[in-house]
């Protein structure tokens, strides 16, 4: 079954870096769509960023634009999300997804265009 395992989180000062990890295994990345949700206590999870098969047409949430970059590596089906210049309001759980179709491009997104969840991993920034 698919497998999706996040790791990179942790604690970090305003203004330093992350970088999360998605180690996935046993999905198939043809014509699929994969992305980074976050969820902070007592809100709604939320949409990061996402990637379509091949690297194009990635999406990103206003308020991470120019901050954060999300890759693939398909050769070590791996799953990435470089996170710099962050601030504490980044501060919550963030889950890897994918889906073998994803959201429309272009179109809105949220993770009930996602079928298959990791764990996720905490991100806390003060």
């Known amino acids: 079954h698919v497998q999706l395992v996040e790791s990179g989180g942790g604690s970090v000062q305003a203004g330093g870096s992350l970088r999360l990890s998605c180690a996935v295994s046993?999905?198939?990345?043809?014509?699929?769509?994969m992305g980074w949700f976050r969820q902070a206590p007592g809100k709604q999870r939320e949409g990061v960023a996402l990637i379509y098969y091949g690297g194009g047409n990635a999406r990103y949430a206003d308020s991470v634009k120019g901050r954060f970059t999300i890759s693939q590596d398909d050769a070590k089906s791996t799953l990435y999300l470089q996170m710099n210049s962050l601030k504490p309001e980044d501060t919550g759980m963030y889950y890897c997804a994918a889906d073998s179709v994803g959201p429309i491009p272009g179109g809105a997104w949220s993770a009930e265009d996602f079928s298959y969840w990791g764990q996720g991993t905490q991100v806390t920034v003060s």
């Open positions: 046993e999905f198939s990345y043809s014509s699929s769509c």
